[in-house]
Nanobody, 126 residues
Framework: VQLVESGGGFVQSGGSPRLSCAAS????????MSWYRQAPGKQREWVAT???????TKYSESVKGRFTISRDNTDTLYLQMDLLKPEDTAVYYC?????????????????????WGQGTQVTVSS
């Protein structure tokens, strides 16, 4: 399973880009999905999480009220980022928790597993 993020780039302060994260590869059952970010010289930090089906969301205090996490019925994950600030500059990573599905039997393999994307850079200019 591979998670591929897109939508990053250079944005002006106050901008509103949207990040996407699509899964590819073998089939898997997805549980919760999240966004993390890592700013230069800092540890990776959690940004937001969404439950299966999208019924529940939770945000870090630093982005609450400005970012919106969502997912569609193909388990593509999104992060709508509004009112961006220079301190939001970071590499943004998609994360999913889930179980691989055996291609022959269709059964769910032991897990859960943790899946990470390669990250997409968001740079906010002041």
């Amino acid at each position: 399973v591979q998670l591929v993020e897109s939508g990053g780039g250079f944005v002006q302060s106050g901008g509103s880009p949207r990040l996407s994260c699509a899964a590819s590869g073998r089939n898997f059952v997805v549980n919760s999905m999240s966004w993390y970010r890592q700013a230069p010289g800092k540890q990776r930090e959690w940004v937001a999480t969404i439950t299966p089906g999208g019924g529940g969301t939770k945000y870090s205090e630093s982005v609450k009220g400005r970012f919106t996490i969502s997912r569609d019925n193909t388990d593509t994950l999104y992060l709508q980022m509004d009112l961006l600030k220079p301190e939001d500059t970071a590499v943004y990573y998609c994360h999913a928790q889930g179980w691989d599905i055996d291609g022959r039997s269709g059964s769910i393999e032991p897990g859960p597993n943790e899946y990470w994307g390669q990250g997409t850079q968001v740079t906010v200019s002041s």
